[in-house]
């Protein structure tokens, strides 16, 4: 079946500019996260969605970062005043339950170049 | 959230049998040792997860020994399209009963002909 799938696959911006990324999760999966990995590093946690809410957004690193899943299912992860330290790979995940026995499927990434 | 030591870089030729060993000295009761595979360009992808003892299914093994401070990832066999970063991660519920994975650095795995 269809994995998670995140859209645009590349951004480049400029800095100051304003982005959003896309992600669909797998169909009847619940619980949806954000990662962002930096070249040579291992992902990093930003926020998890268990259905419409944010149930933990400790690792969205500044207000100028924030995320929304309206109807349960699509994600939209949104950067304003971007930074060119925000260059790095955006990935999203989910998982059918947000237990530690749910594995967790992710994405490709997108891409995000800021100028 | 138990960190997790593994080597960094590890090279290894067409069928052989790999096995990268993760330290996790601190590890919690509650916590369960998962591998994730990485290949570039690529997310993560699941590899396999275990408690104790071992685990295997059709990808590879994981070895879990009593005191649980280490486990070992064994990949029978590997070809060139094993060559990828792999994850050791030791990881719980949190309070909200979700998993919050953190990942280290990995073992980039190199294969050759």
């Known amino acids: 079946g269809a994995g998670v799938s995140q859209t645009p696959s590349n951004k480049v911006t400029e800095k100051g500019k304003y982005v959003e990324l896309r992600c669909d999760p797998i169909s009847g999966h619940t619980a949806l996260y954000w990662y962002r990995q930096s070249l040579g590093q291992g992902p990093e946690f930003l926020i998890y969605f268990q259905g419409t809410g944010a149930a933990d957004d400790s690792g969205l690193p500044n207000d100028r970062f924030f995320a929304v899943r309206p109807e349960g299912s699509v994600s939209t992860l949104k950067i304003q005043r971007t930074e060119r330290g925000d260059s790095a790979v955006y990935l999203c995940?989910?998982?059918?339950?947000?237990?530690?026995?749910?594995?967790?499927?992710f994405g490709n990434g997108t891409r995000l170049t800021v100028t | 959230l138990a960190k997790t030591t593994q080597p960094i870089s590890m090279d290894s030729y067409e069928g052989q049998e790999v096995n990268i060993t993760c330290s996790h000295n601190n590890i919690a009761t509650n916590d369960y040792i998962t591998w994730y595979q990485q290949f570039p360009s690529q997310g993560p992808r699941f590899i396999i997860q275990?408690?104790?003892t071992k685990v295997t299914n059709e990808v590879a093994s994981l070895f879990i020994p009593a005191d649980r401070k280490s486990s070992t990832l064994s990949l029978p066999r590997v070809s060139l399209s094993d060559t990828a970063v792999y994850y050791c991660?030791?990881?719980?519920?949190?309070?909200?009963?979700?998993?919050?994975?953190?990942f280290g650095t990995g073992t980039r795995l190199l294969v050759s002909p």
């Open positions: 991660l030791a990881h719980a519920s949190q309070g909200t009963g979700f998993q919050k994975l953190v």
């Open positions: 995940a989910s998982s059918l339950t947000p237990g530690r026995d749910s594995p967790l499927h």
């Open positions: 275990g408690y104790k």
